[in-house]
């Protein structure tokens, strides 16, 4: 009688021990520990990825010229002076007949961030702000102030131009510009 039933005793032991243990320490522990090896392995790729772009990239810059650093650094400066910002576009919308005012100047938050942890890797190497302006003139002085904008020297982006309807020819623009700098 005990040779029969020894069998089936270690059988339902080995299925209590299988549903007791082994299945819910295989399904929880192990699970969730071999999904964070798996990110720490993904996070190292990446970041084995962006050392050798900073090598590639430090290479690249070791072969410019000090002339050719010394115009980058001017056409992309590493700050922006916002009041020279504000006098540079006074005095140029006054060459084109357009008249300035109410400057706001926010920082951009979408690109706030330096570095993104879910890739591993800086975003962007720039940083950048938008500037609000009030315009006020004639449609023909309005594009001519914004042929100077485009061809002036300094990385901007108009992004939203909204034009407020006028029954005279003189007509009142918000203008959003976004200006560009090295982090």
């Known amino acids: 009688m005990i ?3 020894l069998p089936v005793v270690l ?9 007791g243990y082994i299945h819910p320490t295989y399904t929880g ?3 969730a520990l071999s999904a964070e ?11 084995k990825r962006f050392k050798q772009k900073e090598v590639q990239l430090a290479t690249e810059k070791d072969q410019l010229s000090a002339e050719q650093l010394l115009r980058l650094e001017t ?3 590493d700050s922006v002076d916002n009041v ?12 084109s007949g357009v008249q300035l005012s109410d400057f706001d100047v926010a920082q951009n938050k979408e ?22 302006v009030s315009a006020v003139g004639s449609y023909a002085a309005f594009r001519t102030f914004l042929e100077g904008v485009e061809n002036s020297l300094r990385p901007l982006d108009v992004v939203e131009i909204v034009v407020k309807d006028s029954e005279t ?10 200006l560009y700098w090295l982090r």
């Open 3 to 5: 040779t029969r039933l």
């Open 11 to 19: 059988i339902l032991a080995a299925i209590g021990l299988f549903a």
């Open 29 to 31: 522990n192990i699970t």
């Open 169 to 178: 020819s003189v007509y009142t623009y918000e203008v959003t510009f976004r």
């Open 111 to 132: 690109e706030g961030n330096t570095f993104d942890t879910s890739q591993l890797g800086p975003q962007t190497p720039y940083d950048s702000l938008d500037l609000s």
């Open 84 to 95: 020279q910002l504000i006098l540079d576009l006074n005095s140029l919308a006054a060459r």
């Open 75 to 77: 056409f992309l400066p």
């Open 37 to 47: 090896i798996d990110n720490y392995k993904l996070a190292l790729e990446a970041a």
